[in-house]
């Protein structure tokens, strides 16, 4: 099961404990600042991303809502304490894949993550599937001569990797 986590928090003796434990099944990247994390999130195939809310707390929010304007199909798994409370539920509002509350059993933990990059890459599958299909569809309108609606099944396709498609216009060549 090879994929990329990506765990983002401060506190450097956690982040290394659980990147031990991840290190037999994923490779794992840490950073410490959010920011870095949009950045690789972005550039790299990042399949999930685990945010240290009780660190992080605004600025984790903020990652998950740039994330979730991103489109990507990185599943994110926050951590809190149950003192904040409201920033799990806001996580959670946002799309987080799940939400641990400290401390966790790391075979717990572990077993979160596999769950989550199972959904990752499911989705990624399923859209580059779409996509596939989308430009299956968009060849056969170019070979009967509709290459306008070629162009723009294919255009569209693009612009929806989310996988809502949109059909060609009516009476066009």
Same mark, same amino acid.
């Given at each position: %099961? @090879?994929?990329?986590?990506?765990?983002? #928090?401060?506190?450097?003796?956690?982040?290394?404990?659980?990147?031990?434990?991840?290190?037999?099944?994923?490779? $794992?990247?840490?950073?410490?600042?959010?920011?870095?994390?949009?950045?690789?999130?972005?550039?790299?195939?990042?399949?999930?991303?685990?945010?240290?809310?009780?660190?992080? %707390?605004?600025? =984790?929010?903020?990652? /998950?809502?740039?994330?979730?304007?991103?489109?990507?199909?990185?599943?994110?798994?926050?951590?809190?304490?149950?003192?904040?409370?409201? &920033? @799990?539920?806001?996580? %959670?509002?946002? =799309?987080?894949?799940?939400? /641990?509350? %400290?401390?966790? +059993?790391?075979?717990? &933990?572990?077993?979160?993550?596999?769950?989550?990059?199972?959904?990752?890459?499911? #989705?990624?599958? =399923?859209? &580059?599937?779409?996509?596939?299909?989308?430009?299956?569809?968009?060849?056969? &309108?170019?070979?009967?001569?509709?290459? +306008?609606?070629? $162009?723009?099944?294919?255009?569209? @396709?693009?612009?929806? @990797?989310?996988?809502?498609?949109?059909?060609?216009?009516?009476? =066009?060549?």
């Amino acid at each position: %099961m @090879s994929g990329k986590v990506l765990l983002v #928090g401060r506190d450097t003796p956690q982040m290394e404990l659980m990147r031990t434990r991840l290190d037999r099944e994923f490779e $794992v990247l840490t950073l410490a600042e959010p920011e870095d994390a949009l950045a690789e999130a972005s550039q790299s195939d990042v399949d999930v991303m685990v945010l240290n809310i009780r660190e992080l %707390m605004t600025e =984790g929010i903020e990652v /998950l809502r740039k994330l979730h304007s991103m489109d990507t199909s990185i599943e994110v798994i926050t951590l809190n304490i149950p003192s904040a409370l409201r &920033f @799990s539920i806001e996580s %959670m509002k946002l =799309g987080a894949f799940d939400d /641990l509350t %400290m401390p966790f +059993d790391l075979d717990e &933990f572990a077993h979160k993550i596999r769950k989550a990059f199972h959904k990752a890459r499911t #989705g990624k599958k =399923g859209a &580059f599937r779409r996509r596939l299909e989308d430009l299956a569809v968009s060849v056969a &309108f170019a070979e009967a001569g509709a290459f +306008d609606n070629s $162009v723009e099944i294919s255009h569209n @396709s693009k612009k929806t @990797s989310s996988g809502s498609r949109q059909g060609p216009k009516q009476g =066009g060549s």
